[in-house]
């Protein structure tokens, strides 16, 4: 079963940085995509950046020229860099990655979630 392990939330004050990670680990044989999913109390759930094997990103504007999404190694593991948060970037960011199992089934997972509070 696949699972993802992130790390990295917190508190920070506006104009911060944090740096968070997912580690997908559990009969994989192959990740398609990794990317980060935030969701701010009241509010749906949003993609914040997406990083593909081939190493393509996609990020939402709200984000863009502050976060960077990067891989080191094999794309099971993946970094957001956050930089000069802002009060409304609060929310609990989530992984999610795609791909296919060592048995060739498909899969989509979803980590367990992790606070980013940004506070003056």
């Known amino acids: 079963q696949v699972q993802l392990v992130e790390s990295g939330g917190g508190l920070v004050q506006p104009g911060g940085s944090l740096t968070l990670s997912c580690a997908a680990s559990g009969g994989i044989f192959t990740v398609v995509a990794m990317g980060w999913y935030r969701q701010a109390p009241g509010k749906e759930r949003e993609l914040v950046a997406e990083?593909?094997?081939?190493?393509?990103?996609n990020y939402a504007d709200s984000v863009k020229g502050r976060f960077t999404i990067y891989r080191e190694g094999a794309i099971d593991t993946v970094y957001l860099q956050m930089n000069t948060l802002k009060p409304e970037d609060t929310a609990v960011y989530y992984c999610n990655a795609r791909g296919y199992t060592e048995y060739r089934s498909s899969f989509g997972a979803w980590g367990q979630g992790t606070v980013v509070a940004v506070y003056s």
């Open positions: 990083i593909t094997s081939g190493g393509s990103t």
